[in-house]
């Protein structure tokens, strides 16, 4: 994850095939995760999810959404946040375009909260892939891990050249 969020930020989670969700734990570091880094919750809301994620609600929502995505990737992208925060807009090249569709901007930059937009960032990936909260970070879903996190470091490598062109102009 190096490149794509500060070392303790950004979260992981997978669906079970025995239906609980194995998310990361408060405070990990996603450069560099051990065993017991990997907590398993309850998928049901507002379960008990002590040492998790702070973010495991939007997680469970996004599980829960019936999208059949399984796994979740977020991270606080620097470029793809500060772009949306300043233009107020997503910055996803052709690459990511062809690959993922568009992402969906969403939230207020001057609203963060932790867990907000639990619903709207649900909603938005039943049938996207990408969704970039302003003021806050990317949650990428999809069927595994590696598939979310690919979609995740692709937004956040378009909004890195899109931030460099608009500096050197
Ligand atoms: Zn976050």
Request: glycine share 8%.
């Amino acid at each position: 994850m190096s490149g794509a969020l500060a070392a303790r930020s950004g979260n992981m989670s997978q669906k079970r095939s025995d239906g609980a969700l194995t998310i990361t734990r408060s405070g990990a570091m996603l450069s560099d995760l051990s065993e017991s880094d990997l907590i398993t919750v309850s998928l049901q809301n507002d379960a008990p999810a002590i040492n998790a994620s702070s973010e495991v609600e939007i997680h469970r929502a996004i599980i829960n959404n019936k999208s059949g995505k399984e796994a979740v990737v977020h991270a606080h992208c620097p470029y793809t946040i500060a772009l949306a925060n300043v233009y107020g807009e997503v910055f996803a090249d052709n690459e990511c375009l062809s690959c993922f569709g568009p992402p969906l901007l969403l939230g207020d930059q001057d609203k963060f909260i932790v867990g907000g937009y639990k619903d709207q960032i649900a909603g938005a990936l039943s049938n996207h892939v990408v969704a970039v909260v302003a003021g806050h970070g990317v949650f990428a879903a999809a069927q595994t891990l590696l598939e979310a996190y690919i979609y995740l470091t692709a937004l956040e490598a378009s909004s890195k050249l899109v931030y460099l062109q608009k500096t050197l102009q």
